[in-house]
């Protein structure tokens, strides 16, 4: 019997005339228009993810996503004008600004001037056309993320991004912030794929911010390539603020050394539809890294954060806090797996997942995983979710507090224990600040 031909959807379709119609035209000849073309006969064959794809059974794509945007065009006058006043979110932290504008980058509005030693950065589209042997060869390595369909995707389309490298030894302690913002006036589909390299006992602070205009419904596909060598620390932060009709997808591929110190906050207050998947492979022992995030949703928002943690190798530690906080007829998802090959003994893995629903007609999805192969091992997950806690509030009102300033002082305690976890009191307090303007926003919205 013949096998039957599945039906693409109208995106797929829409998709695979855009690939026919640029892929000549992407940056990179050779081996990278190779890895491109692989990458997309990959997603051709599977097609987009949807909820009988069990890492996708949360979030359907191939659902949510009825129609592909045609690429974003070069970015014009107006665009630079509309992305002066982005990133906003981190205005009151020292840092050097690289920006990106509908996923391309922008040298002419970054702080390129004075980079400390050891520090480079360039362009990915630049890079791929020079034929950069490092960045092809590294786009051509084996990932974790191989077998993700929208990893593949965002290889076969992938325009710009940057490439940051930091030299053994160097200290950078200047954060750098990836300012990513859509200024299109009309919908589009952006493909940006980013770089980091630490070399051996290099430090570094990233921060990422994702924006972009309500009432537009473009859509992003994300990654970041993350290489930490031996000895080195990295933090990065990522908020998530994209406009309210925005669907954003965005990986996160992350390969660590040897007592590696890597931590990761994912915090996503926008877009009507994001996915943040990052995939994580210990291949040295000694490592420690620590995956945190916390969401605040409302209205019909839909936010999943998927990770995989790959302890490939004995000796380390890794945590997972997450945290979401729900109104209206929100829904979260956390999706969180910890892999235990058989040689990683002694590894000490616990994830942990917990949600706050203001509202009756949120939902909360948790789907905790353990695969171990090892005996000598200490793993553990936990999830709950539930309403403020009544007594606390009354406590709290019984002291003099009004009953709206109790909610949101419990709502800033339980969204606070991820953000005091990052390094930079700078960074800590934007995030703060983050999480009291959307309370005041929700506020103003129940008082009218």
């Not at 974003?72 to 009151?92: I, K, M, S």
């Not at 006992?201 to 990422?208: D, K």
């Not at 537009?216 to 932060?237: F, K």
């Not at 969401?295 to 999943?304: A, V």
Request: glycine content about 10%; some cysteine.
């Amino acid at each position: 019997m013949k096998a039957a031909t599945p039906v693409k959807s109208e995106a797929e379709k829409a998709l695979a005339t855009t690939w026919a119609k640029t892929k000549d035209a992407l940056p990179g000849k050779g081996s990278v228009a190779a890895r491109r073309e692989a990458a997309f006969e990959a997603f051709a064959a599977a097609g987009l993810p949807n909820r009988r794809v069990e890492e996708w059974k949360y979030t359907d794509l191939r659902n949510l996503m009825r129609e592909a945007k045609p690429l974003a065009p070069p970015v014009g006058p107006a665009g630079l004008v509309r992305a002066q006043g982005a990133g906003r979110v981190f205005a009151a932290v020292g840092v050097r600004r690289l920006v990106l504008i509908d996923g391309q980058f922008i040298s002419e509005l970054s702080d390129l001037a004075d980079l400390e030693p050891g520090l480079s950065i360039g362009s990915l589209a630049e890079a791929l056309a020079a034929n950069d042997t490092d960045v092809v060869a590294r786009l051509g390595a084996k990932s974790p993320a191989d077998k993700d369909v929208a990893f593949a995707l965002n290889t076969a389309f992938m325009g710009d991004g940057l490439v940051i490298a930091v030299a053994p030894g160097m200290q950078i302690a200047r954060p750098i912030h990836l300012v990513h913002c859509y200024t299109g006036e009309e919908a589009a589909a952006v493909f940006t794929r980013s770089l980091v390299t630490l070399g051996g006992g290099a430090g570094l602070t990233l921060l990422e911010s994702h924006e972009g205009p309500d009432g537009i419904d473009y859509q992003v596909d994300n990654a970041l390539d993350i290489v930490v060598g031996d000895g080195a620390r990295l933090e990065r932060v990522k908020v998530g603020a994209e406009g309210d009709a925005a669907l954003h997808v965005s990986t996160t591929v992350v390969v660590l050394g040897r007592e590696v110190e890597f931590r990761d906050l994912l915090f996503t207050t926008g877009g009507a539809v994001s996915r943040n998947q990052v995939f994580v492979r210990c291949d040295g022992p000694g490592t420690t890294l620590t995956l945190d995030g916390a969401s605040l949703l409302k209205g019909r928002q839909h936010s999943d954060a998927t990770l995989v943690v790959d302890h490939a190798i004995g000796g380390c530690k890794s945590r997972e806090t997450f945290k979401a906080v729900l109104d209206g007829e929100s829904r979260s998802v956390f999706q969180g797996k910890t892999v235990v090959r058989p040689d990683a003994q002694k590894t000490d893995g616990k994830m942990a997942s917990h949600a706050l629903l203001l509202s009756n007609d949120a939902e909360a999805d948790h789907k905790p995983e353990l695969e171990i192969f090892a005996d000598d091992v200490v793993c553990g997950h936990g999830a709950t979710a539930g309403a403020l806690d009544e007594d606390l509030k009354f406590y709290l009102m019984a002291r003099g507090i009004p009953e709206r300033e109790a909610e949101t002082l419990l709502i800033q305690s339980f969204v606070g224990e991820v953000i005091d976890q990052v390094a930079d009191e700078s960074v800590r307090d934007a995030l703060t600040e983050a999480t009291t303007a959307w309370l005041d926003a929700r506020e103003q919205v129940e008082l009218r």
